[in-house]
């Protein structure tokens, strides 16, 4: 397989994941530039969205292996299904840790009322 059809392939794939790293390098940039003002919260939301943009380019690369993979053999269908599950799984499990992040990140800067 040619790069250009694998970019042709990739290009959708590319395109949906865009916008969400777009937001996501804002995101790790801003949290970057005032770290020293926000602290703890500064470092949790770092770590979050650097986990959020390494899961989208983790995605990115399973949709890349799995077109590899069908043109450079003849896969079953079994195996390139436990391939993206785990791609999936793996994804899942780097964005929910992200989340915890940046909830953990909201929670820390948020004042404390008295009761």
Not at 7 to 27: D, K, N
């Amino acid at each position: 397989m040619d790069s250009n059809a694998l970019f042709a392939m990739l290009l959708g794939p590319v395109l949906y994941a865009t916008p969400h790293l777009l937001v996501c390098t804002v995101g790790l940039v801003l949290c970057l530039m005032r770290r020293p003002a926000l602290g703890a919260a500064g470092t949790y939301a770092s770590a979050g969205f650097g986990l959020f943009i390494f899961g989208s380019l983790l995605g990115l690369g399973g949709h890349a292996w799995l077109l590899w993979m069908r043109q450079n053999g003849d896969p079953s269908a079994a195996s390139i299904a436990m391939s993206m599950g785990m791609f999936s799984a793996f994804a899942t499990l780097l964005h929910t840790i992200a989340m915890g992040l940046l909830i953990a990140a909201i929670l820390v800067r948020r004042p404390t009322r008295a009761a």
